[in-house]
């Protein structure tokens, strides 16, 4: 017989329990591939190639309160500012829905395609839609989502606004990072509101991303001590403003992980103590054969890693066919855009289970070295 037959003989010897570990490693380390995934989806926003050269100004005191229109003269005299436009989030409930996942946003379609410079218009005309007061442009997501296509009415029931919005598609948009909202006309919504002369946020691009910083201090100099005092930042800035306001879920994710892996190392050690304490007898006969501490070391290192190598890989496996083959827009209602399990992810699982699997035969290992022939052939079976 073989090293490798023998060990893998001794691995399988009891099968019901070895089946039992591969499975519990499986599913702990698909576990926490999902929730290092989720971490990720939720913590850090997906960030688009023009991302570093857009601007985001909203009211300082809070993003519920609006700015003043009369501040866009201001902001495009700043030197290094190519475009700006007002970016007002209209929050409507679509249809008969009760609860609608993608958002809606007044801006001018002028400026507004200077901005967002990553999309491209894949059905209808971008022209057209500035042309029509009433039209709108939409994510090929949303589209694809309500099946709809350019000419199709869109109503929108106001939530934070006293007024409906009846919309025509003009435009289908990919290649964003998110490809399910949907813009129309500021007009449209001043005239619908009563013209109330003011804006949600201003949207700008800066012209490099050398400049973007002096744009955004110059932003914020323009406006303080006034009346409305402005804070600009980045994008990406603002992405994650709204991911803080989940509160501390990295932590909570986390704290959830380490129970997994705790849970994973209390199956590994069970399982490897349980193992090798049915074998004493017969690692005492290998020790007497001429066998070295090494040799057995080895022996009990290479059964526990195995086992959780199997495991790991199913589950690591396993989870990345079911992220990838599953439409997570559809399952979350459009709360998750994507769920990537990315190859850092997989290998940090991956290694988890390879120390765990490496940690849980030390001990055995261990008592199995310090074990003299004579008191391992008077162990009991």
């Given at each position: 017989?073989?090293?490798?037959?023998?060990?893998?003989?001794?691995?399988?010897?009891?099968?019901?329990?070895a089946?039992?570990?591969?499975?519990s490693?499986?599913?702990?380390?698909?576990?926490l591939?999902s929730?290092?995934t989720?971490?990720?989806e939720?913590?850090?926003?997906?960030?688009?190639?023009?991302?570093?050269?857009?601007?985001?100004?909203?009211?300082k005191?809070?993003?519920?309160?609006?700015?003043?229109?009369?501040?866009?003269?201001?902001?495009q005299?700043?030197?290094?500012?190519v475009?700006?436009?007002?970016?007002?989030?209209?929050?409507?409930?679509?249809?008969?829905?009760?609860?609608?996942?993608?958002?809606?946003?007044?801006v001018?379609?002028?400026?507004?395609?200077?901005?967002?410079?990553?999309?491209r218009?894949?059905?209808?005309?971008?022209?057209?839609?500035?042309?029509?007061r009433t039209?709108c442009?939409?994510?090929?997501?949303?589209?694809k989502?309500?099946?709809?296509?350019?000419?199709?009415?869109?109503?929108?029931?106001?939530?934070?606004?006293?007024?409906?919005?009846?919309l025509?598609?003009?435009?289908?948009?990919?290649?964003?990072?998110?490809?399910?909202?949907?813009f129309?006309?500021?007009?449209?919504?001043?005239?619908?509101?009563?013209?109330?002369?003011?804006?949600?946020?201003?949207?700008?691009?800066?012209?490099?991303?050398?400049?973007?910083?002096r744009?955004?201090?110059?932003?914020?100099?323009?406006?303080?001590?006034?009346?409305?005092?402005?804070?600009?930042?980045?994008?990406?800035?603002?992405q994650?403003?709204?991911?803080?306001?989940?509160?501390?879920?990295s932590?909570?994710?986390?704290?959830?992980?380490?129970?997994v892996?705790?849970?994973?190392?209390?199956v590994?050690?069970?399982?490897?103590?349980m193992?090798?304490?049915?074998?004493?007898?017969?690692?005492?006969?290998?020790?007497?054969?001429?066998?070295?501490?090494?040799?057995?070391?080895?022996?009990?290192?290479?059964?526990?890693?195995?086992?959780s190598?199997?495991?790991?890989?199913?589950?690591?496996g396993?989870?990345?066919?079911l992220?990838?083959l599953?439409?997570?827009?559809?399952?979350t209602?459009?709360?998750?855009?994507v769920?990537?399990?990315?190859?850092?992810?997989?290998?940090?699982?991956?290694?988890?289970a390879?120390?765990?699997?490496?940690?849980?035969s030390?001990g055995?290992?261990?008592a199995?070295?310090?074990?003299?022939?004579v008191?391992?052939?008077k162990?009991?079976d």
């Amino acid at each position: 017989m073989t090293v490798t037959g023998f060990i893998l003989k001794n691995a399988l010897r009891n099968t019901r329990r070895a089946l039992l570990t591969i499975s519990s490693v499986a599913v702990s380390s698909a576990l926490l591939v999902s929730l290092m995934t989720l971490e990720r989806e939720l913590t850090v926003p997906p960030e688009a190639e023009g991302a570093s050269l857009r601007i985001i100004a909203r009211n300082k005191v809070s993003l519920m309160q609006p700015l003043p229109a009369k501040q866009l003269p201001a902001i495009q005299r700043i030197p290094g500012v190519v475009t700006v436009t007002p970016f007002t989030y209209f929050g409507g409930l679509y249809a008969q829905e009760e609860f609608t996942s993608f958002a809606q946003f007044a801006v001018d379609p002028v400026a507004f395609q200077s901005i967002i410079v990553d999309g491209r218009i894949i059905d209808g005309s971008y022209e057209g839609w500035v042309k029509n007061r009433t039209g709108c442009l939409v994510g090929a997501d949303t589209v694809k989502r309500y099946g709809l296509k350019v000419g199709d009415p869109m109503r929108f029931r106001g939530t934070f606004y006293p007024c409906d919005l009846d919309l025509r598609i003009d435009a289908i948009y990919e290649g964003t990072v998110d490809d399910r909202n949907i813009f129309f006309q500021h007009k449209l919504l001043d005239e619908l509101s009563g013209d109330p002369g003011t804006v949600g946020t201003w949207y700008l691009r800066a012209e490099s991303a050398e400049v973007a910083d002096r744009v955004i201090q110059q932003v914020n100099d323009t406006f303080a001590n006034t009346s409305a005092e402005v804070r600009a930042e980045s994008e990406r800035a603002f992405q994650m403003g709204f991911v803080s306001m989940w509160g501390n879920v990295s932590n909570l994710i986390r704290g959830v992980n380490l129970v997994v892996v705790f849970t994973l190392a209390l199956v590994a050690v069970s399982t490897m103590s349980m193992a090798v304490r049915e074998r004493f007898r017969e690692l005492a006969v290998l020790k007497a054969l001429g066998f070295q501490r090494r040799d057995l070391f080895g022996f009990i290192l290479a059964e526990g890693f195995g086992l959780s190598v199997v495991g790991g890989a199913l589950g690591i496996g396993g989870a990345w066919a079911l992220w990838t083959l599953t439409d997570i827009q559809a399952m979350t209602s459009g709360f998750l855009i994507v769920f990537e399990v990315t190859p850092r992810i997989m290998g940090t699982a991956a290694t988890v289970a390879t120390l765990l699997g490496v940690v849980s035969s030390i001990g055995p290992a261990v008592a199995v070295g310090r074990m003299s022939v004579v008191e391992g052939l008077k162990t009991l079976d």
